[in-house]
């Protein structure tokens, strides 16, 4: 059975750092491409960005170009999402994705598979 578990969301302060993480299991982990998108209180989810199955190449969203950072290991089913210099506007709710094609999860924005999320809320 799939399983994506992300982990890492909070209450966080206004210009805090905060990484996200999102352990996967009952699928080949490490031939995957994965991705993070988020969904803000009244938006439509929004993609974040992609990361190729080996990690080597990185896609992000043109509103996450500059403070977040996607990453993996793939010796732990590991995806991160590191977020630095946190606004207001990055509260919402995070969600792992994983599809054996990045095109699905970064153009299409339809990955097979997805995490049930988890809140992050950034305070002033």
């Known amino acids: 059975q799939v399983h994506l578990a992300e982990s890492g969301g909070g209450l966080v302060q206004v210009g805090s750092s905060l990484r996200l993480s999102c352990t996967a299991s009952?699928?080949?982990?490490?031939?995957?491409?994965m991705g993070w998108f988020r969904q803000a209180p009244g938006k439509e989810r929004e993609l974040v960005g992609g990361i190729i199955r080996g990690g080597g190449s990185v896609f992000y969203a043109e509103s996450a170009k500059g403070r977040f950072t996607l990453s993996r290991d793939n010796a732990k089913n590991t995806v991160y999402l590191q977020i630095s210099s946190l606004k207001a506007e990055d509260t919402a709710i995070y969600y792992c994705?994983?599809?054996?094609?990045?095109?699905?999860?970064?153009?299409?924005?339809?990955?097979?598979?997805w995490g049930q999320g988890t809140q992050v809320t950034v305070s002033s």
């Open positions: 994705a994983g599809d054996r094609s990045l095109h699905q999860i970064v153009e299409l924005q339809s990955p097979e598979y």
């Open positions: 009952g699928f080949p982990f490490s031939t995957y491409a």
